[in-house]
């Protein structure tokens, strides 16, 4: 499919997700039969205008468009090159797998986009 063309349409807000938490960058993936969404965010309870770190977080969803469970902290900047003074990034997560199925996983960025890291 060519998704540089086509009608595209504003869905609004993933359903159910923490109203309390920053949150970008999600991706979608299947894994043994079921949709999970990750994306990078604040950590869980603490005032998003506030956070310093950005952690990877994954939701299972019922949908693309609707949350099916609580979101679950899976990666947090805890090594020196993901950090830039007090901020710690662990973002952009994309899902990668092998076209033979021999390997699956996420890969994210982490470190400040704006340091020489």
Known sequence: MDVSTGAWQ???????MRTDQWAIDGTYFTLNNTLYMVYAG??????PAKF???LLHIVKMNSPMQCGSQPV???????SWE???WQGINEGPEW??????????????????WCNR
Not at 42 to 47: A, E, R, V
């Open 10 to 16: 504003d869905l609004g807000h993933v359903q159910g």
């Open 42 to 47: 604040s950590p869980i309870g603490q005032d």
């Open 96 to 113: 990668l797998d092998a076209p033979d199925g021999s390997w699956k996983g996420l890969v994210y960025s982490a470190g400040g986009s």
């Open 73 to 79: 902290p899976i990666s947090a900047p805890t090594h």
């Open 83 to 85: 950090r830039e003074g």
């Open 52 to 54: 310093s770190d950005s």
